[in-house]
């Protein structure tokens, strides 16, 4: 039970005050009889029994700090809040240096419905505390009580600070997509009302359009935010992706020129060169593709992408070891990079190696497949969320 490990955590040592006082010889057995047998029962796994002698000895020396901690947090565990909490705060008081005891409070405080009491200790301790799985534990509880005041720069600021020690945690993760969406919302509706016909207001509905799927939209509203301001940072890579998406060969055209144009806009867009690569290589001109491939590598040094698409202009023109190189480069770098481990398979093949060539057609079958089940998963959250709108 997590009980005995918070116990132990605690580090109280058994000793109460009333030991290193002057008092009658019978009181201090008493004490010292209730907190060894308390001890012992823990050591017993048996917390009832164990936070009665604690209150036994708190009944002869209301003072007693390691009797005040243990039976605050056995009270705690037993979810009896109302019990714990006087006791948490007592042994708070007398030494406020006791992190966890304090992290408990705050928690305690917070199942009360006491928020402001619950946020100055949580504030306080959260930053102190050592033990990942209290601090993510405690990070989490503050970071509910900052929602519900709407206080979301700080709640991301404790998000941020949790990722670091857990970054694969569920429940952090989804704290993280909640908070960084009503950033998002919030911030459309400040911009919505502050600059209505920006070219950043455009350009941010552009994107929530392309999230929902609505790729026509999207470009709509890109080029509203293109006309509204030339000079948006990013507007024709923006718009060249969602074009780019098009089957339609006149925007498949139009997206290589809006590319070439971020290009001018911004030298250093080696997102934009490898696009352009990608365009220029599916229509056969191999040395302009790899041109566009360099250049981006020479702004990013192990640009995936680019590394990707140059493999695929060395594989084209039959210098498949060298292609091989950049690939298991990348594979190395990117496990779950899905278009590397299918023109590994090529190359492979090309080299007569079929049981590698097999094994990386696999691999790029796992991910691609686990591409597609991500994308239904979202598709359905994104028809779930459509039917429980108020404005359906």
């Given at each position: 039970m997590r009980v005995f490990f918070f116990l132990v955590l605690l580090g109280l040592s058994g000793t109460g005050s009333i030991a290193a006082q002057s008092d009658t010889g019978s009181r201090t057995q008493q004490v010292q009889i209730h907190e060894r047998r308390a001890h012992e029962l823990l050591n017993?796994?048996?917390?009832?029994?164990?936070?009665?002698?604690?209150?036994?000895?708190?009944?002869?020396?209301?003072?007693?700090?390691?009797?005040?901690?243990?039976?605050?947090?056995?009270?705690?565990?037993?979810?009896?809040?109302?019990g714990a909490e006087p006791h948490l705060r007592a042994a708070v008081e007398q030494q406020p240096d006791l992190v966890k005891i304090r992290t408990l409070l705050g928690m305690c405080e917070k199942r009360l419905g006491k928020m402001d009491?619950?946020?100055?200790?949580?504030?306080?301790?959260?930053?102190?505390?050592?033990?990942?799985?209290?601090?993510?534990?405690?990070?989490?509880?503050?970071?509910?009580?900052?929602?519900?005041?709407?206080?979301?720069?700080?709640?991301?600021?404790?998000?941020?600070?949790?990722?670091?020690?857990a970054p694969t945690n569920p429940e952090i993760l989804y704290a993280a997509y909640r908070i960084y969406s009503d950033l998002a919302s919030e911030a459309m509706l400040d911009m919505s009302v502050a600059a209505p016909d920006s070219g950043q207001m455009h350009q941010a509905m552009a994107h929530e359009l392309a999230r929902q799927g609505d790729i026509a939209g999207a470009i709509t509203a890109f080029r509203a935010a293109l006309a509204a301001n030339p000079q948006l940072p990013g507007i024709h890579f923006e718009l060249a992706e969602a074009l780019n998406t098009s089957l339609d060969p006149k925007l498949k055209e139009e997206a290589a020129e809006q590319y070439r144009l971020a290009i001018v806009a911004n030298a250093l867009d080696n997102r934009a060169l490898c696009k352009l690569g990608d365009i220029v290589a599916a229509?056969?001109?191999?040395?302009?593709?790899?041109?566009?491939?360099?250049?981006?590598?020479?702004?990013?040094?192990?640009?995936?992408?680019?590394?990707?698409?140059?493999?695929?202009?060395?594989?084209?023109?039959?210098?498949p070891t060298t292609a091989l190189s950049l690939l298991e480069r990348v594979v190395t770098a990117d496990p779950s990079n899905i278009m590397a481990h299918y023109r590994l398979s090529s190359v492979y093949r090309a080299l007569h190696r079929p049981e590698d060539a097999k094994r990386e057609l696999a691999e790029y079958k796992k991910y691609k497949d686990l591409k597609e089940k991500l994308r239904t998963v979202y598709k359905g959250l994104q028809v779930d969320a459509q039917q429980v709108s108020p404005d359906k």
């Open positions: 017993e796994k048996k917390p009832e029994l164990a936070a009665k002698e604690f209150a036994a000895v708190l009944a002869i020396d209301p003072h007693n700090l390691d009797a005040q901690g243990n039976l605050g947090v056995l009270l705690y565990f037993q979810s009896d809040y109302a009491l619950a946020r100055t200790d949580l504030e306080a301790v959260v930053p102190q505390i050592r033990e990942p799985n209290l601090r993510v534990e405690a990070g989490l509880e503050l970071i509910e009580i900052y929602t519900a005041t709407n206080d979301l720069d700080k709640a991301a600021g404790i998000i941020a600070t949790l990722r670091v020690d229509k056969g001109d191999l040395d302009e593709a790899e041109g566009y491939y360099k250049q981006a590598l020479a702004v990013v040094p192990g640009d995936t992408d680019a590394e990707v698409g140059l493999a695929f202009i060395y594989a084209q023109k039959n210098d």
